[in-house]
């Protein structure tokens, strides 16, 4: 299988947490018909302020996926905007493909 590559464009990212006490059921019960599926993701984001665009990404380790993400505006705090980002996307794909396990791995400690 061809891994697929996908350029997106996002303007804005709302990133929130829900107490863990709102949360009704385990992942694991949402999906109770699959098997353990495990998705390991590596994300990188960079900020280049001379040329103010910024970078965000992940490949699965599976190969199976790889995105890229360019931001042609000054994100708030530069490289560490662009790392979230990447991370955040890693988990958009983890959820939209019913993985109940994730694991990201970073280049630092953003």
Do not use: W
């Amino acid at each position: 299988m061809t891994p697929k590559s996908y350029t997106i464009c996002i303007t804005h990212v709302n990133i929130y947490a829900i107490p863990s006490v709102e949360i009704d059921k385990p992942i694991n019960q949402v999906f109770p018909s699959i098997e353990e599926r495990k998705l390991i993701c590596y994300c990188d984001g960079s900020y280049s302020h001379s040329m103010q665009i910024g970078h965000s990404g992940f490949r699965t380790s599976n190969g199976m996926c790889r995105v890229h993400f360019f931001s042609p505006r000054d994100p708030k705090n530069g490289s560490t905007d662009t790392e979230v980002l990447a991370a955040y996307l890693a988990i958009q794909y983890a959820l939209e493909k019913h993985y109940n396990t994730l694991i990201i791995y970073t280049d630092n400690s953003k």
